[in-house]
């Protein structure tokens, strides 16, 4: 609700706006739209991301925070042993661009700086899944919305398996993100108006590789690990070992969020919660020192 003065005639008029629903909000008595942050730890040039920014810059300020190359991996590291940089601030088809050369979590802090009246961030559209407690742990793109979730912002990570030779590279430039900007943004528009529920701080959505008709969207549970991992040892030209690190895929469990997107195909929405360590397990914990 607004309260107006008419200058010539003195009389005050109260105006009442619905802007729950309409990605607006009210500033000091300024309408403006709600404003988004976007971060990813692909890079800026990935299309899962440029291709979000642009539906989503239609309804709503959309600012976009992020590394200016690949930072897959990173968790949420922040950057404290060097300063960070910032490479380029811009308007690109509808959308602020701000790059860096911190980390995804970083893109969080930047954006608590640069970016004003922040009500949303969105991590993704990210090029390979992050499926499960061990694949959580480890992405930029989630490590940015849980780094965003501790500062009390709503936000989600969104991802897509691609195939294994796509990973940590700009090869998306053909795919159609239609139907994954489809359900993200009506999520968007949902959280935005209806806020996330009670206990629940952000949320990982994970599509399959393929998202057909006939995929249907599912709340489930991360599952534990989704890979196992072991060491492929091999010899440089000076006779020196080195190791790379390969995962493999376990055999997901039924009622997981890898089950329905690698074994059914659907889409998967599973909570992240912060404060997770509920009284029971403290209880269980007292009594175990205790003995």
């Known amino acids: 609700m607004l309260e107006l003065l008419d200058s010539k005639s003195g009389f005050h008029y109260i105006v009442i706006l619905i802007i729950a629903s309409s990605g607006l909000s009210v500033n000091n008595g300024v309408i403006l739209m709600k404003q988004i942050v976007m971060t990813n730890d692909d890079g800026h040039s990935s299309k899962g991301l440029t291709a979000l920014a642009k ?74 899944a992050n499926l499960g407690y061990q694949s959580m742990a480890t992405s930029g793109t989630v490590g940015a919305i849980v780094e965003a979730a501790i500062m009390g912002y709503r936000g989600i990570a969104v991802s897509r398996v691609v195939n294994t030779h796509q990973w940590f590279h700009y090869s998306d430039s053909n795919r159609d993100y239609s139907r994954e900007i489809e359900v993200t943004t009506e999520i968007i528009d949902k959280i935005i108006e209806f806020g996330l529920p009670a206990g629940i701080d952000a949320l990982n959505i994970n599509f399959p590789c393929d998202v057909l008709d006939t995929s249907r969207i599912v709340v489930t549970r991360p599952i534990r690990a989704r890979m196992h991992n072991t060491l492929d040892k091999r010899i440089d030209p000076n006779g020196s070992p080195y190791y790379w690190i390969e995962g493999h895929e376990n055999d997901p469990e039924p009622g997981t969020d890898a089950f329905e997107v690698l074994k059914n195909g659907n889409i998967a929405v599973s909570p992240i919660v912060i404060d997770y360590v509920s009284d029971a397990i403290l209880e269980s914990l007292g009594a175990f020192i205790d003995r």
Do not use: C, W
């Open 55 to 128: 539906q989503l810059a239609k309804k709503y300020r959309v600012t976009i925070v992020v590394p200016n190359s690949q930072r897959s991996a990173t968790g949420k590291a922040l950057t404290l042993n060097q300063p960070l940089r910032i490479y380029d601030r811009g308007k690109v088809d509808g959308y602020q661009l701000i790059t860096h050369d911190g980390t995804p979590a970083d893109s969080v802090i930047l954006a608590k700086e640069f970016v004003d009246s922040i009500d949303f961030f969105v991590s993704g559209i990210n090029m390979g």
